[in-house]
């Protein structure tokens, strides 16, 4: 299986929805219920919030393309409001039908690499504590565990990592 990285577009927004329902209720259904995943995806992941990403120059927007044309991940980071060399890696997700096939890696290192051609430093991320795949999956990528939290939007304790480019 071929994967392509490239970035989104408008046209991807249905896709990139359709990948963050499906890996969000498999990997966070468990941990906080269904009931959260659907408010959490209403008010974070509608059309209008890609469409900023999608718009915002300094923001990393990608998509992860099968072959076949399917949309099978995508990964958002953008700089921190305080600090222009450090990016927030906001979201990668991939279907749990695709998971353990290297895509998120291959998102992953797209990102790091897109973070030092735009001269940042530093990327941070928040997972939830319980998310032992996330978990894993940031460790194995040589990200530091630097801190825990507490959120409140979703009633669960997360971590937040962290990677120096």
Known sequence: MSIEIRPATPTHIDDIQRVAEKAWYSAHEPIIGAKAVDEFLEEYYDAEAFRSLIDDDDAIFAIAVASESETVGFVSATPNDDCSTTYHLGRIYVPPERWGKGIGGRLLDYTE??????????????????????VGFYE?????????????????????????M
């Open 113 to 134: 690499r897109r973070v030092r051609e735009q001269d940042g430093e530093r990327i941070v991320l928040g997972v939830m504590a319980e998310n032992e795949q996330a």
């Open 140 to 164: 194995s990528a040589n990200y530091e565990r630097e801190s825990e939290f507490y959120d409140e939007r979703i009633d669960a304790r997360g971590y937040e990592y962290a990677k120096e």
